[in-house]
């Protein structure tokens, strides 16, 4: 089965940094297959016969070992990435005039409730809930009056994991070659 992993804060800032080809090589030494990164930010795309359960055991191990701390991370099927991206409406992107992001959600928060927690001033971004994300956009211009920045200081940023909106198009076109 092909698996994409999100390792969340990773290479953002000073902290965690690692080069994709030793991060590349950790999955490989784990003996999964067909391992390449998209981004230097922590997209690890493989195949294995192991199961969720088991992988999630030997990457966090892994994991704890290559930066010396634990690193949050989710494990989502091509299947789960490819229905979060074709959620996404064709006209919201990343360019001049607007921001779009995906926000890959951890189990704990998981739920569309999680759109009532976000410190957002709604009548500036478009929200969307879908299993196992949000996705939201606006309008560059009205970045600082949506508060979306905001959302780093709250308690619900920690159970996330955030991709703009062509790194979630891409993950979300992954193919089984």
Excluded at 69 to 74: A, G, K, T
Excluded at 135 to 158: A, F, H, P
């Amino acid at each position: 089965m092909k698996y994409i992993v999100l390792l969340r804060k990773i290479n953002v800032g000073t902290q965690n940094r690692i080069a994709k080809k030793t991060l590349e090589k950790a999955f490989i030494n784990l003996q999964y297959e067909n391992v390449s990164s998209y981004i230097n930010s922590g997209n690890i795309i493989f195949s294995s016969s192991k199961g969720r359960n088991s992988l999630k055991r030997e990457i966090g191990k892994m994991l704890d070992e290559l930066f010396g701390e634990p690193i949050q991370f989710l494990i989502k099927t091509k299947m789960e990435l490819k229905k979060i991206a074709d959620s996404i409406p064709q006209d919201w992107k990343n360019d001049e005039a607007q921001k779009t992001d995906v926000a890959y959600l951890f189990d704990e928060v998981d739920s569309d409730t999680i759109k009532e927690q976000l410190p957002f001033t709604m009548e500036y971004v478009e929200v969307k809930y879908v299993k196992g994300a949000l996705i939201w956009n606006l309008m560059r211009e009205n970045q600082g009056k949506s508060q979306t920045t905001k959302l780093v200081g709250q308690k619900i940023y920690q159970h996330m994991t955030v991709r703009n909106v062509n790194t979630a198009r891409y993950l979300g076109s992954i193919n089984d070659k």
